[in-house]
């Protein structure tokens, strides 16, 4: 899966359990329409066990906590339960830890689906998958939303009480754990900091999710934006210009833009470049080949009528190579923009400031949120590749 996508379940007994290299604290939480808990009883963890239709099993270390889901069992009223996950060791992040979540039959225990978040950094918990009801039918979803104070935030966001630490208390405690509000503190029960939740934590530092509300976003890499406007229907149609000028007065350089579209399970489904102008229907066309970088503007231009891509396709990656060889440390000026087909409207910059020595390069991707609404987030990540072949392994473990 990837973030935003969602599986019909077919069974009414699912398992998700939540493997990583390091030991992780798995918990279940019991949500309303509001996106809140009832009461602290709703948050299910290893000091809480179980709860309606929701129970927690440790692994013991040995093999990964998990989170059991029975459909028919959850109240009347509770419309989702999200899974969270947090290093068990203190202080430690997601950064160079990839967590996987696999959805199973409770039954059978077969695999029905697995999800790895992508690119996570300073994170020290995750919202890595939900089970939800939608028009009277149950559904699994990919999250991977990341939270920089660990499950005190996450807990806390979604109305759990959440105590706080004696002032003589020290700042973190031996190991975090999720917060409840317990009658009788024990080593193990965790302690939040005092400060209020900080929104979920992006990528990496310096970036984070915002609106189109204020106009033109100038993102940075890793950076997130909602292609969406307060009170405004969502885009249809947009355009994804690239541009480029050669570096140090040198010659010509012949680089090509495409863009790469993937399904649910990050499956490669077509490529849009210079030999292939059109795909999926003609929902994805691009301009056509500039092989200089030569005049003002975008070089290359790529539209996507988000409106009218088949219902499989969940992922575009738009990508850069250097057909004729040269290295990417030999381009000034390298960007991608966004702009509104409908308007002409720049909605979105990512300037590419640092380059390496390499020939392709991942400029952004494009992720389908289970609403509809489309996120971009600038990437900037660096491959050995001269065509829009050798992006496509690459493109689709970024997704």
């Given at each position: 899966m990837t973030p935003g996508s969602n599986i019909p379940l077919p069974v009414?007994?699912?398992?998700?359990?939540?493997?990583?290299?390091?030991?992780?604290?798995?918990?279940?939480?019991?949500?309303t329409a509001d996106g809140k808990v009832r009461s602290d009883d709703d948050f299910i963890f290893y000091n809480q066990p179980s709860g309606q239709g929701v129970t927690y099993r440790s692994g013991g270390g040995s093999t990964p906590d998990s989170i059991t889901v029975d459909t028919t069992a959850v109240p009347q009223g509770i419309e989702k339960i999200v899974v969270t996950a947090s290093p068990d060791a203190a202080g430690q992040t997601f950064q160079g830890v990839e967590p996987t979540a696999t959805i199973r039959n409770a039954e059978d225990n077969s695999v029905l689906a697995s999800f790895t978040p992508p690119q996570l950094g300073t994170e020290t918990a995750l919202v890595i998958v939900e089970v939800y009801l939608r028009n009277g039918a149950w559904k699994a979803r990919a999250v991977g939303q990341g939270y920089s104070n660990g499950l005190a935030g996450i807990a806390t966001d979604f109305g759990v009480t959440v105590e706080e630490p004696a002032a003589q208390a020290p700042?973190?405690?031996?190991?975090?754990?999720?917060?409840?509000?317990?009658?009788?503190?024990?080593?193990?029960?965790?302690?939040?900091p005092p400060a209020p939740p900080?929104?979920?934590?992006?990528?990496?530092?310096?970036?984070?999710?915002?609106?189109?509300?204020?106009?033109?976003?100038?993102?940075?890499?890793?950076?997130?934006?909602?292609?969406?406007k307060g009170g405004s229907p969502f885009l249809a149609q947009v355009k994804m210009g690239l541009g480029w000028e050669p570096a140090y007065r040198g010659k010509d350089i012949d680089l090509d833009?495409?863009?790469?579209?993937?399904?649910?399970?990050?499956?490669?489904?077509?490529?849009?470049?210079?030999?292939?102008?059109?795909?999926?229907?003609?929902?994805?066309?691009?301009?056509?080949?500039?092989?200089?970088?030569?005049?003002?503007?975008?070089d290359e231009v790529i539209v996507v009528d988000l409106g009218r891509l088949p219902q499989e396709v969940t992922g575009l990656v738009f990508t850069v190579n250097s057909f004729s060889g040269q290295k990417f440390t030999e381009v000034a000026k390298a960007y991608c923009r966004l702009l509104d087909a409908a308007t002409g409207e720049e909605l979105v910059r990512f300037d590419l400031t640092t380059a390496?020595?390499?020939?392709?390069?991942?400029?952004?991707?494009?992720?389908?949120?289970?609403?509809g609404e489309w996120e971009m987030t600038a990437l900037g990540n660096f491959v050995k590749s001269r065509t829009v072949r050798g992006m496509v392994k690459p493109s689709a473990q970024a997704l």
């Open positions: 009414t007994r699912v398992t998700v359990d939540v493997a990583a290299p390091v030991r992780l604290d798995v918990s279940g939480l019991l949500l700042v973190a405690a031996p190991t975090p754990q999720a917060p409840v509000a317990a009658p009788a503190p024990t080593p193990q029960t965790p302690q939040a900080a929104p979920p934590a992006a990528p990496a530092p310096g970036t984070g999710k915002i609106n189109l509300d204020k106009g033109r976003v100038n993102l940075q890499k890793n950076q997130t934006v909602s292609l969406t833009a495409s863009v790469i579209a993937y399904g649910p399970q990050r499956n490669h489904i077509d490529s849009c470049y210079f030999g292939k102008l059109s795909i999926v229907n003609g929902a994805i066309k691009h301009s056509g080949d500039n092989l200089t970088g030569e005049g003002g503007g975008d390496e020595p390499q020939t392709g390069v991942m400029m952004a991707k494009l992720i389908k949120q289970f609403s």
